[in-house]
């Protein structure tokens, strides 16, 4: 932890100094530019889709692992009736009910 804030102090004293010698807007864009091409950089290094395809090669229905996570209260939010409707029902006969008692509910409102 000292460590760490030690660093941090160091770095921000050398802002300030960078700052001072070439004027704060062309310092906060180096940082800002250096951050965004991290990112970026990052991003293209660990590629999470790939990293996400790879997990699905192993364990295809993952997403069924943690659905004893899930609140019991969640399916009287809006959002999770919306995913309901477009994505767990995949027949139209059977949206047809479920979107009738969606809507007679939303006007309850």
């Known amino acids: 932890m000292f460590t760490a804030g030690a660093t941090g102090v160091i770095i921000l004293l050398a802002i300030l100094r ?10 906060l864009i180096t940082i800002g530019l250096v951050y965004v091409v991290g ?14 395809e790879r997990v699905f090669d192993y364990y295809p229905h ?10 019991s209260s969640v399916k009287f939010l809006p959002n999770f009736w919306l995913q309901n409707h477009f994505i767990g029902f995949p027949k139209i ?5 479920f979107h009738l ?4 509910f939303s006007l309850q409102f």
Do not use: C
């Open 62 to 71: 993952i997403d069924q692992y943690f659905g004893f996570l899930e609140n």
């Open 93 to 97: 006969e059977l949206k047809e009910p």
């Open 101 to 104: 008692s969606m809507q007679t």
């Open 18 to 27: 960078l700052s001072s010698k070439w004027g704060i807007k062309k310092v």
């Open 39 to 52: 990112i970026i950089t990052f991003y293209f290094v660990s590629n999470p889709i790939k990293l996400v």
